[in-house]
């Protein structure tokens, strides 16, 4: 089975929002100007905030790959989709910031939400925003499938909205987002594609884990090796070329740059 082209099994379960206090903030709507820095910011490394997808119809290797969709900095650095960068600045920072923690320390987001009926290969969504006390986190399962059936809090959308400005700000500037880490994901295929590549000399296999996914983060000469030889899915898409190992077997595979917090 060409398991680039696989599904995941029925996604089934409740959505779960897992609230803590955070500073008073204010509301706002995405990227929305207030004078200065945050007083406050994570330390160095440490995400301000991160927009996460998971599940969908999306194959194993491909989960192991996929970046999250946007991760922002204390000190505004953003990368979207490990594939694009940017920087905000004082005032867009603290904007996204205030809105974030008023976002999900609003009590519409701390009350009990009805269970929706699953879905499968739903889509889930999660956010995070750092505070002094802690990351503040909610996970939804189809936010978007059930915005019309107000499952969901409206605080939640707007905290994805406020993300989601932001992504397509950094990916309207389309400055490549590089590094000196990646991670490379293969997976075995059966059967003979149209197309097999050989497996380059210099780049080392990984070793399969449990499902027989291979997967390996690297830096140094190992990661320049993949970079320079191997095929990087860009947009997403799962088109991985295949590959010959020296041991026989068939493997597509793909890699990504990691982020400064992985």
């Known amino acids: 089975m060409d398991h680039r082209l696989s599904r995941r099994g029925l996604f089934v379960g409740s959505a779960a929002a897992l609230l803590a206090s955070a500073l008073g903030g204010c509301d706002g709507s995405p990227l929305t100007a207030p004078t200065g820095a945050p007083t406050l910011r994570p330390p160095d490394g440490t995400p301000l905030a991160v927009w996460e997808l998971t599940g969908g119809l999306v194959g194993t290797a491909m989960l192991a790959l996929r970046p999250p969709r946007l991760v922002v900095f204390g000190d505004g650095d953003a990368i979207a989709d490990a594939t694009y960068r940017s920087r905000l600045d004082a005032d867009e920072l603290q904007s996204l910031a205030a809105g ?14 009805t269970a929706p009926s699953p879905i499968a290969d739903a889509v889930v969504t999660k956010i995070s925003t750092w505070s002094p006390s802690g990351m503040l986190t909610f996970t939804a399962e189809g936010l978007d499938e059930f915005k019309t059936e107000h499952v969901y809090a409206d605080v939640f ?106």
């Open 157 to 262: 959308y707007d905290a994805r909205d406020r993300l989601a400005a932001v992504h397509k700000k950094v990916s309207a500037t389309a400055q490549p987002y590089l590094a000196d880490r990646v991670r490379l994901v293969a997976m075995p295929v059966d059967g003979e594609p149209a197309t097999v590549n050989t497996w380059p000399a210099d780049v080392t296999l990984p070793a399969p884990d449990r499902g027989a996914l291979r997967r390996a983060d690297l830096s140094g000469d190992a990661a320049r090796a993949v970079v320079r030889t191997l095929t990087r899915d860009l947009d997403q898409r799962g088109a991985w070329p295949a590959y010959r190992t020296t041991a026989g077997d068939i493997v597509r595979a793909s890699w990504r740059y990691l982020l400064p917090n992985e």
């Open 100 to 113: 974030l923690l008023a976002d999900l320390r609003s009590s519409d987001a701390q009350k009990p939400r």
